[in-house]
């Protein structure tokens, strides 16, 4: 009972849980003749989340926990896929390490410039996006081919014909997706660079006077952000057999997004990384319904629906909101 | 004094860029080199304007793109129908409408102007995108209402001066007038500087974070109309990509700090003729754009990096 009870504390943003729920209900009832709620159906969606940057609004979440914002994550993306295509020639452990250690250099580059050097968030990772779309046109000119075994990886599945639908085996992205979920949220409530984040993002000054190392959690959520954002590219390319140069295009936006409808407080300090995943979750399941309407539909609405999506779900963060439902309006 | 210097700086780094392209770059002094430089600054200095407003409040507005959108492919969908004033006008309507709906949010509401304006830039893509069906629309099929428009765009007047200094001149002198001759601009001010304080001393934060909203979009819708008709064809997905980045980038070289309490409007207009520079030094030299964008994002980081230093 104890263990239930810490499981479900440990999920706490219930509003986005219930959204979630409520998504996959009505989407299952809406496409019952159309089989939406399979087992194949479900594991396709969560794939989707893994290929698609699904990882990046996971990395999205350490940064806008400080209270900064990354802009370079869809870049990083590419670029990662790019390097490990173009080094693992050489060797592929070598692409490998190449294609993550891109990722973390540029989450180290854009924490100094932020913390040390006091350029504001927004304006270091627009320039280091800048930076890396031009870095990577200028180390390739078409997208790379991945092969090999140690390279494609990723494209693997497990546990053949042990989950009924899935005969032919469970992609590896998925179990990397949750493994990463999970770690996520361990360090963001076990340890002591994860309770720093939030004192960081909550008040700044007050953690500075905590005698918190401000400057250091905020370089280390960087780095963090940057390291999952190359993994991500580097899982993609991976996967897929192919590093494309204009891979993660605008994937920033949507990172945001996810974190936003995951009730991830964007000006920081509080929010949880299973808030961030379950709105992921909600984010892919939209978007695979959209594949299921019938074709007199734009397609474009599925973006009108994700802005109003992200306006609701903040907006039922309110104050203001929350007072007049208690029945005392305070003064704010 | 203080002041003074600051805006040294910003002079000087211009004046740095226009040395660097007498010197280097072949036909930097000709006429038709600055109208193109006037022609290609007008998004960046009308979404600078709002979005100086918008700065100097605390917030940020990022869905001026795709409001530019909206606004384009409003204009481009009405002008057969109604005419291409009305159609301008319903067009700048709509976008005053998704400022006041982002000015309520932040204002009433107290939500962070971040997620609400991310929120906009989603769903006002997706609406412009729908609104044109996919396709885009191009003036030429749109009859003698499409070559009016597409005049907005290319007119000289008197054969030299690219038609794109009008609303320019006029959005810099409002915003210039408003922030550093009224008491709304002082309001402004107050409210980024600390809203609570300025709420208790007896200013309706709530109307004048919704009217610095409205203007900032209003000015995103202008840019749109405008740009549409420079390249005579309305396009949902594309217009007004990145604007929001560019009129950011701009204000911020220009030293408007983003944490709000201080608009500097002559440093906006100033932030955004130096990208012009760095973009234009590179095109007119031929390096490859590739080379161009990591030169870019120096030169940011560099100009911001001189900014913050003179303020502390």
């Known amino acids: 009972m104890k263990a239930a009870k810490k499981l479900y504390n440990s999920f706490y943003s219930k509003s986005t849980v219930l959204a979630f729920l409520l998504l996959l209900i009505l989407a299952s009832i809406v496409f019952r003749d159309k089989n939406f709620l399979t087992t194949a159906n479900i594991f396709n969606i969560l794939l989707k989340a893994a290929k698609n940057g699904g990882f990046l609004a996971l990395g999205m979440t350490f940064v806008i926990l400080c209270g900064e914002i990354d802009l370079s994550v869809g870049a990083v993306f590419a670029l990662s896929g790019v390097v490990m295509g173009l080094t693992g020639q050489v060797n592929p452990w070598l692409g490998l390490f190449c294609g993550i250690l891109v990722g973390v250099a540029s989450g180290l580059t854009i924490g100094v410039l932020v913390?040390?050097?006091?350029?504001?968030?927004?304006?270091?990772?627009?320039?280091?996006?800048?930076?890396?779309?031009?870095?990577?046109?200028?180390?390739?000119?078409?997208?790379?081919?991945?092969?090999?075994?140690v390279l494609t990886f990723a494209g693997a599945k497990v546990l053949k014909r042990v989950v009924p639908g899935m005969q032919s085996g469970i992609p590896i992205l998925i179990f990397l997706l949750f493994l990463i979920t999970f770690l996520c949220m361990?360090?963001?409530?076990?340890?002591?660079?994860?309770?720093?984040?939030?004192?960081?993002?909550?008040?700044?000054?007050?953690?500075?006077?905590?005698?918190?190392?401000?400057?250091?959690?905020?370089?280390?959520?960087?780095?963090?952000?940057?390291?999952?954002?190359?993994?991500?590219?580097?899982?993609?390319?991976?996967?897929?057999?192919?590093?494309?140069?204009?891979?993660?295009?605008?994937?920033?936006?949507?990172?945001?997004?996810?974190?936003?409808?995951?009730?991830?407080?964007?000006?920081?300090?509080e929010?949880?990384?299973?808030?961030?995943?379950?709105?992921?979750?909600?984010?892919?399941?939209?978007?695979?319904?959209?594949?299921?309407?019938?074709?007199?539909?734009?397609?474009?609405?599925?973006?009108?629906?994700?802005?109003?999506?992200?306006?609701?779900?903040?907006?039922?963060?309110?104050?203001?909101?929350?007072?007049?439902?208690?029945g005392k309006k305070k003064e704010l | 004094m203080v002041k003074i210097k600051r805006d040294y700086i910003q002079i000087a780094m211009l004046l740095f860029f226009v040395i660097l392209n007498s010197l280097f770059t072949p036909n930097f002094f000709r006429i038709?080199?600055?109208?193109?430089?006037?022609?290609?600054?007008?998004?960046?200095?009308?979404?600078?304007?709002?979005?100086?407003?918008?700065?100097?409040?605390?917030?940020?507005?990022?869905?001026?793109?795709?409001?530019?959108?909206?606004?384009?492919?409003?204009?481009a969908k009405l002008m057969p129908v109604?005419?291409?004033v009305p159609a301008v006008m319903a067009a700048l309507a709509a976008s005053v409408l998704v400022g006041c709906f982002a000015g309520i949010m932040v204002g009433k509401l107290r939500l962070q102007a971040m997620v609400i304006t991310l929120g906009l830039m989603l769903g006002i893509r997706g609406l412009a995108q729908v609104l044109c069906g996919g396709r885009d629309i191009y003036f030429n099929k749109l009859g003698e209402t499409g070559k009016a428009l597409s005049l907005w765009g290319t007119y000289k007047i008197g054969g030299q001066i690219p038609v794109q200094i009008v609303p320019m001149a006029i959005a810099v002198l409002l915003v210039w007038i408003l922030v550093e001759k009224t008491v709304l601009g002082r309001q402004i001010q107050a409210v980024g500087d600390n809203i609570k304080s300025s709420s208790l001393a007896g200013i309706n934060t709530s109307l004048v974070l919704m009217i610095v909203y409205a203007a900032s979009s209003m000015f995103a819708g202008l840019a749109g109309i405008f740009q549409a008709a420079k390249v005579s064809v309305a396009a949902g997905s594309s217009l007004g990509q990145m604007a929001e980045l560019d009129a950011i980038a701009a204000v911020v070289i220009g030293g408007t700090p983003m944490s709000g309490g201080k608009a500097s409007v002559s440093g906006t207009l100033i932030g955004a003729l130096i990208m012009q520079m760095i973009t234009l030094t590179c095109v007119m030299n031929n390096i490859p754009d590739q080379y161009a964008q990591v030169f870019k994002a120096l030169m940011i980081v560099f100009a911001v990096f001189i900014q913050r230093k003179q303020v502390k």
């Open chain 1, 115 to 149: 913390t040390k050097m006091r350029i504001s968030s927004w304006i270091a990772s627009l320039a280091m996006m800048f930076a890396l779309r031009g870095l990577i046109l200028i180390i390739a000119r078409k997208s790379v081919v991945i092969s090999g075994a």
């Open chain 1, 186 to 269: 361990y360090l963001s409530r076990n340890t002591k660079f994860g309770m720093g984040m939030y004192a960081v993002g909550g008040n700044q000054e007050a953690a500075r006077m905590m005698g918190i190392d401000v400057d250091r959690i905020k370089i280390k959520a960087f780095a963090g952000c940057g390291l999952i954002a190359a993994l991500s590219g580097v899982l993609l390319a991976s996967s897929s057999g192919s590093a494309a140069l204009s891979a993660g295009n605008s994937y920033e936006t949507y990172a945001i997004a996810m974190c936003a409808i995951g009730g991830v407080k964007l000006s920081g300090g």
């Open chain 1, 271 to 326: 929010g949880k990384f299973s808030g961030t995943f379950f709105g992921i979750l909600i984010y892919f399941i939209i978007n695979t319904i959209f594949t299921y309407l019938p074709t007199g539909i734009s397609v474009h609405w599925q973006s009108v629906i994700m802005g109003l999506l992200v306006l609701f779900s903040v907006g039922m963060q309110s104050e203001v909101l929350r007072h007049i439902k208690i």
């Open chain 2, 32 to 75: 038709g080199n600055f109208n193109n430089i006037i022609t290609q600054m007008c998004p960046t200095i009308l979404c600078g304007m709002g979005m100086t407003l918008v700065i100097s409040t605390g917030g940020i507005d990022i869905s001026v793109g795709s409001v530019m959108a909206m606004a384009g492919v409003l204009t």
């Open chain 2, 82 to 84: 109604t005419g291409l």
